[in-house]
């Protein structure tokens, strides 16, 4: 490959796909100076990095020394990476300060923020120790602009891909959590709902609730808002279509727990819940529920 | 496609089995009317487990068809609505207003049996 000696700067290097850049493309002896020269001047660059970092108003979320520890193991597996040219213990390093900085609310941009930062505070300092030999400032560029960028890239991604995974997580719980359909008695269900209630959480409380009362086989559902806060035209509309939905496939249903905010709502504006059976608490309901069904409960003669 | 209409003790049983056509629905409309007091019998049980597809012409001769029985001193029982075409129903605001339902056939003469027996 022509790549093998020494492309012009700025031309092979800007692809924007690097997961294919090739490894050790720059002399290794070139590698090895850099790499010694970045760890001679820990100490030093460090600093400058994390002044820039507090002067940018960056990772405010963390404290100084936890900003100080993090930035120490960040500069160590920036070094090792232009040292070894693998990424693997980078990219594993990068998830897993990700999973311990997101929940702190730390953003994005101050992720990519620090590590493009780091790059600059190095790159300014081979400037200012090659500055001399132009040439040779170059070769170095050339070693460290592809592997740093790299790096900027694992670690921006890898954050991201945290970001998304912790996203997709919380979604799939609370979509699990938000709909239980629970069976009580032979033929009688429950179904508890709890918080918020959007147009499609609605469809899917809906969709449970019909496909529930078929394999149940149930003749009558109490449905329980007690925890639910508030309540529009539109939510309010469609429990009135679960009510009647569940009519036509044989089931009764009892509305109970609406509390005086929501039953003022409904009444200001106007939702006709004429057909609604609706009791005031949940034990109310199950109680109607049972009288509807044919149980009775009657005390044990001798309470223990 | 003619909808075979069984006599089973005091009950009717009509059972959809496709897809019915405007006609189909038409003519199941009058021979259920017809039969109802000509077999005398007190109730008409309509299933309709087979429809996966229910629009406003349907769910509006299902509720004309159980009006008219109820004119005739008989009563009328909807069973097997599809969970999904239920909630399709209520969103066209086709609710089978007045006209009884169960989950199914099982169900529909369970209930009927329950009320006749109760009656008397």
Redesign the interface.
């Known amino acids: 490959m022509a790549r093998r000696d020494n492309p012009p700067r700025g031309t092979t290097f800007k692809e924007p796909n690097t997961a294919e850049l090739p490894r050790n493309e720059a002399p290794p002896e070139l590698l090895r100076e850099l790499v010694a020269h970045l760890r001679q001047n820990r100490t030093h660059l460090r600093e400058e990095w994390l002044r820039r970092i507090s002067e940018t108003r960056l990772l405010t979320a963390m404290t100084k020394e936890e900003i100080f520890a993090e930035a120490t193991s960040v500069y160590d597996s920036y070094v090792e990476v232009l040292e070894t040219g693998t990424f693997e213990a980078l990219t594993s390093y990068a998830r897993n300060l990700s999973e311990r900085i997101i929940p702190r609310g730390v953003e994005t941009h101050e992720v990519i923020g620090i590590v493009l930062l780091l790059r600059d505070v190095l790159a300014r300092s081979l400037f200012a120790k090659y500055q001399a030999d132009s040439e040779k400032l170059n070769r170095i560029l050339d070693a460290y602009e592809p592997a740093a960028n790299r790096i900027a890239n694992t670690v921006a991604v890898g954050f991201v891909q945290e970001r998304e995974r912790v996203i997709r997580q919380q979604q799939e719980a609370i979509r699990e959590l938000s709909t239980p359909v629970l069976q009580v008695r032979e033929r009688l269900l429950i179904l508890p709902i709890i918080g918020v209630i959007d147009p499609q959480r609605a469809r899917q409380l809906?969709?449970q609730l019909?496909?529930g009362?078929?394999t149940n086989?149930a003749?009558v559902v109490v449905i329980d808002i007690t925890g639910v806060a508030a309540m529009d035209v539109t939510v309010a509309n469609h429990l009135v279509?679960?009510v009647?939905?569940?009519?036509?496939?044989?089931?009764t249903v009892i509305v109970t727990g609406l509390s005086p905010e929501i039953a003022q709502t409904l009444v200001t504006i106007g939702v006709d819940l004429g057909k609604m059976n609706t009791v005031g608490d949940l034990q109310g309901g199950i109680e109607q529920a049972e009288r509807l069904l044919g149980y009775k409960v009657v005390p044990s003669s001798e309470p223990r | 496609m003619e909808v075979p209409i069984l006599k089973q003790g005091e009950f009717l049983i009509a059972t959809i089995q496709a897809a019915l056509s405007d006609a189909d629905l038409e003519q199941l409309r009058m021979a259920l009317v017809q039969r109802v007091v000509r077999y005398r019998s007190r109730a008409v049980i309509v299933d309709v487990t087979a429809m996966d597809v229910m629009d406003s012409f349907a769910s509006r001769t299902l509720r004309e068809i159980a009006l008219m029985i109820r004119l005739r001193g008989a009563e009328t029982v909807i069973v097997g609505i599809q969970p999904e075409v239920a909630f399709a129903m209520v969103q066209l605001g086709l609710t089978l207003e007045g006209v009884g339902t169960a989950l199914d056939l099982e169900e529909g003469l369970a209930y009927l049996n329950q009320k006749f027996k109760t009656v008397n």
């Open positions: 809906t969709e019909l496909r009362i078929r086989r003749k279509q679960t009647e939905a569940s009519r036509l496939l044989g089931a």
